[in-house]
Nanobody, 123 residues
Framework: QVQLVESGGGLVQAGGSLRLSCAAS????????MDWFRQAPGKERELVAR????????SYKNSVKGRFTISRDNAKNTVYLQMNSLKPEDTAVYYC????????????????WGKGTLVTVSS
């Protein structure tokens, strides 16, 4: 069956960095657009970054532009999120998701989800 497994979360001080990974199995990884979402306590899940099937096109939530970088390695079936200059407001559970469709229609449009990894940024 399809599995998306996130790793790399943890506790970091403001200004620090973390690199999240999401290893996929059970699907043809290169067929999927990959996304990173996050959900803070009491808030809705929000899209953070999106990467095309080839990795050539990326898009970001405005508040993370210039600080976060999404990338993928189709040979390793893995998508990454490099997070630099972290802020307390980045604290959330981070989820990766796989989307077969070119058109983003929201969280309901994702085909598969990981279980998430917690990122906590202390001030």
């Amino acid at each position: 069956q399809v599995q998306l497994v996130e790793s790399g979360g943890g506790l970091v001080q403001a200004g620090g960095s973390l690199r999240l990974s999401c290893a996929a199995s059970g699907l043809t990884f290169s067929n999927y657009i990959m996304d990173w979402f996050r959900q803070a306590p009491g808030k809705e899940r929000e899209l953070v970054a999106r990467i095309s099937r080839s990795g050539g096109d990326t898009s970001y939530k405005n508040s993370v532009k210039g600080r976060f970088t999404i990338s993928r390695d189709n040979a390793k079936n893995t998508v990454y999120l490099q997070m630099n200059s972290l802020k307390p407001e980045d604290t959330a559970v981070y989820y990766c998701a796989a989307d077969l469709s070119e058109v983003y229609i929201g969280t309901g449009g994702m085909d598969y989800w990981g279980k998430g990894t917690l990122v906590t940024v202390s001030s």
